[in-house]
């Protein structure tokens, strides 16, 4: 599925996203920088990701674990997620979602 990464500077960047794998592994399998430093176990804020408001309700709600790491990251906005808790699936196909700092700095 394809879905649109916006980095830093603003630019787009389509990348192909895998049913059944989290966003964060397609980020980083697609060679953008995310940092993402515990491997996807809700144990950092270093693959926060802005949702396009449009995708807001089909990436569905924060658990409680993320809530928690998402206190530690900066420039928090309610569309702020963490990559590694969205699962990919097919109703995904054509995400949009923005780096945020802490994920690439
Ligand atoms: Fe650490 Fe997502 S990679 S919380």
Redesign the pocket.
């Known amino acids: 599925m394809k879905i649109t990464v916006t980095d830093l500077d603003g630019n787009d960047h389509v990348i192909e996203g895998k049913a059944g794998w989290t966003l964060?592994e397609s980020i980083r399998d697609a060679g953008l920088p995310i940092k993402?430093?515990?491997?996807?176990?809700?144990?950092?804020?270093?693959?926060h990701v802005y949702v396009d408001m449009d995708w807001l309700d089909a990436t569905g709600e924060r658990s409680e674990e993320e809530e928690d790491?998402i206190d530690l990251a900066l420039e928090v906005e309610d569309s702020s997620r963490?990559?590694?808790?969205i699962e990919l699936s097919d109703a995904l196909e054509g995400l949009k979602v923005k780096l945020a700092r802490d994920a690439v700095l």
């Open positions: 964060m993402a430093e515990c491997g996807g176990a809700c144990a950092c804020a270093t693959c790491m963490l990559a590694c808790q």
